[in-house]
């Protein structure tokens, strides 16, 4: 048996092992400081103090002394600062790529060439792991290091079978690949992807294909990239089920990968190229909800699409950027025999007067998250500059129509001024008022005009500038129904209103406001009956359903409103009564506490 007395005795007078290596440590640092003997044996002197004086002197101080064996804070301090000037001084950076160039890029003299630069792997043998190479691979990129890229590449190339790593071998080409193109070794990386296309074609995985398709744009490669599109990205082929795993995951990194492209081609101030690859990207909508993919598994960056959209746009409108004039992405397809038809569709493509609607008609067909910093982005895009500009009360007073117009019309408390306010991402650009009829005359705002047009409307000078090629004016109609206004100021509302509507030339659609929660009223199917018999040809009609958010109790971002079937059912029969074009009328859903609707919208 042990005696507890015996070992507890032994455990006080053996030394720990914590404070040999303390004082391990205070020594190696006090040496690296520089300290001799002479200045440890005048510390070590005794003190002529008496006990009592030094434990006076000891208390009195503010800071205790630190242990015995424990150097203090300012050493270490100056231990670590010693020990980067030695550093900098013999150049001892691990990224130091200027000094070590040609010892990454030669080989030393009787050097292998399967041998690598790496001391835990120093060369590729026939025993390599699958795990040995992806180490080296990642180590080569992250050093610049191309003499092992090399070596790496004939390993895989020359001397291993197809069935090297479990047949994982392609998958290993094309992190190859992603490694060379991030070297600018574009050799390395075109016989990578050959011997990966011919050779194991059959388990090519979609996510190796959208990197590879990333790392050939940011080598300015576009012809290469869009033959990855279309040879390995392509739609699943008729009759193929879209709801399993494989296709699901095939579109997924094909929309990532169109998405990247566009964005590439925004930011390098190609407007047409970029807005082709929004087109093709807002066709696959059909395709993916039909494969019942959500926005959280495209996870696509509308915040990074819709920035360079708009730095794309505001590059038009400057003059650095010519819309028309040929991009150098379409004379680099154009050499390509198989990429000439998309040269051809790039240089076809309509280009809108604000780029940005091609991202918002791409984020309204595909799945995407409602969150507020893409609606940020999205309305800072499309609404610069909104200028109250007058408020008329018969035709006489509206502005002139030099622009396109959206006018917002429903009865009163229905929340026109709420929604216009969502719309613009402004929180008082309408008055808003729990009073019905707050609205007393058509309000019309500029949005995008000419920079400081409140001053001159404000104050009469004189600005020059010109209005945005995107300008158009929003109209904010006065509410019908329970307005609390005589019956001749709600006669005049509804003869200038049909006025307005048959005579507005400029008017290019007209919302009509609906509350979600009741359906459409007297007035409001007079509204219709009137717009049936008025709105020309040229004007488009939408119904918008609001207040979608007092459906629902607790209203969140996944489930933002709804309106009921009985709501629906009188709708219908209200617009088939009184629209004759019934069937072509849109309908959208809305709330503006909730934002629900706010793409649609645009």
Sequence with gaps: MVDPIRSTTAAAVRPSSVALNSQVVSEAILSSLGGDGENDNNNNKPSNQSPAMESSSSSSSSTPPPPPGRPTRSQRKAAERAQKARRKNTGHRRHNYAARKDQLRGRKPGEGPLQ?????????????????????????????DRHDLQAISRFLLEHTED????????????RLAVAALHMNSHSIAKKALDYRRANFRSSMLPMESAAIVRNLLRVH?????????????????????????????????????????????????????????????????????????????????????????????????????????????????????????????????????????????????????????????????????????????????????????????????????????MITN???????????????????????????????????????????????????????????????????????MRDYISNRRNLRVLFHLVDSRHGPTEEDELIMNQVNESLPDYARYVIVLTKADKNVKGATNNFTGKVTNQVMDKLRKSMSENLSDADNVPVVLTSAESKLGRDEMW
Aim: charged share 20%.
């Design 116 to 144: 690598l630069h790496s001391t835990v792997l120093p060369e590729l043998t026939q025993n390599s792991t699958a795990d040995d190479v992806m180490k080296a691979i990642k180590r080569a990129q992250n050093l610049h």
């Design 163 to 174: 069935s090297f790593a479990y047949g994982y071998k392609g998958s290993m080409l094309a």
């Design 221 to 421: 490669n576009v012809t290469a990239a869009w033959t990855i599109l279309q040879d390995e990205l392509s739609l699943p082929l008729p009759g193929t089920k879209l709801t399993s795993s494989r296709s699901c995951d095939r579109l997924v990194h094909r929309a990532n990968a169109l998405a990247s492209i566009a964005s590439r081609h925004f930011y390098e101030g190609e407007p047409k190229a970029a807005i082709h690859a929004c087109n093709r990207l807002a066709t696959m909508g059909p395709v993916l909800r039909e494969a019942q993919v959500t926005g959280e598994q495209l996870a696509l960056p509308w915040p990074r699409l819709l920035q360079g959209a708009g730095q794309c746009q505001s590059l038009i409108r400057n003059g650095t950027v010519a819309v028309d004039a040929e991009s150098e992405t379409q004379q680099q397809l154009q050499k390509d025999k198989e990429a000439a038809t998309i040269a051809a569709e790039i240089a076809d493509t309509h280009v809108p007067c604000n780029i940005v609607y091609s991202v918002l008609n791409a984020m309204i067909n595909l799945p995407s998250l409602n969150d507020n910093r893409s609606y940020e982005r999205l309305s800072n895009a499309l609404v610069r500059r909104v200028v109250f500009v007058t408020g008329a009360v018969s035709m006489n007073g509206c502005p002139p129509s030099d622009r396109g117009e959206a006018a917002f019309i429903g009865r009163s408390n229905v929340g026109k001024s709420s929604l216009v306010n």
């Design 426 to 496: 402004r929180k008082s650009l309408a008055y808003t008022s729990k009073r019905p009829g707050k609205t007393q005359q058509f309000n019309f705002f500029a949005v995008n005009d000419k920079p400081e047009l409140e001053r001159q409307i404000r104050y009469g000078d004189d600005i020059p500038g010109e209005k945005d090629a995107d300008s158009f004016y929003m109209v904010d109609l006065p509410g019908f129904g329970y307005a609390k206004v005589p019956d001749k100021q709600r006669r005049e509302w509804s003869s200038f």
